[in-house]
């Protein structure tokens, strides 16, 4: 089983996708960690793999490519990501959104080395634009917009609800769909 977890910045893509790993002990991957693989490689931060992304499609080519492998090569295993669901179609595919002040406060309660913010105003500026800059370069590149709620077998909403929620969502879907037994 393979499955793919898709969202807004802030929706809990990344803690929903390790959760259900551990409940299902399957392996979990993460773009944000192909991406700092390839900044390792090329002696890079993040941050300047980032810059280089923006104006360099090979690095989204490199990210595109490894996470079709992962889908072609293995079987069983959750990935965060957000055009995964794209490149590995054969996954089971979740999309989680949430409300942008949510997201925002839960941005800023984390410590990312990618993003700092103090201030609820600047952070929401920062990430409705980088939504947006992604969204428009992969509609650009693959004619995939992955907010499109018709991409996806499940759509959870996790503004109200806590990550135990969402995972016990996904899960009844799986138990409906006969994909999990328990």
């Not at 490199?62 to 669901?85: C, P, Y």
């Not at 309660?109 to 634009?129: C, G, N």
């Amino acid at each position: 089983m393979i499955i793919t977890i898709s969202g807004e910045a802030g929706s809990g893509k990344s803690s929903t996708a390790k959760l259900l790993a551990l409940r299902y002990k399957l392996k979990h991957y993460s773009t944000g960690d192909l991406q700092r693989d390839i900044a390792k490689e090329k002696g890079l931060s993040i941050n300047e793999l980032g810059q280089i992304e923006e104006k360099d499609s090979s690095i989204d080519k490199m990210v595109d490519d490894r996470t079709t492998k992962l889908g072609e090569t293995e079987d069983s295993f959750i990935m965060d990501s957000w055009l995964a669901s794209f490149f590995i179609p054969k996954a089971i595919k979740i999309f989680l959104t949430a409300d942008i002040d949510e997201r925002v406060s839960r941005r800023l309660k984390q410590k990312r080395d990618t993003e700092s913010f103090e201030e609820h105003t600047v952070a929401k500026e920062a990430l409705l634009e980088r939504e947006a800059t992604n969204r428009r370069r992969w509609i650009s590149l693959y004619g995939f917009d992955y907010k499109s709620e018709e991409n996806y077998d499940l759509v959870v909403d996790t503004t109200d609800i806590s990550i135990e929620k969402v995972v016990e969502k996904i899960i009844n879907y799986l138990k409906s769909k006969q994909l999990v037994q328990e």
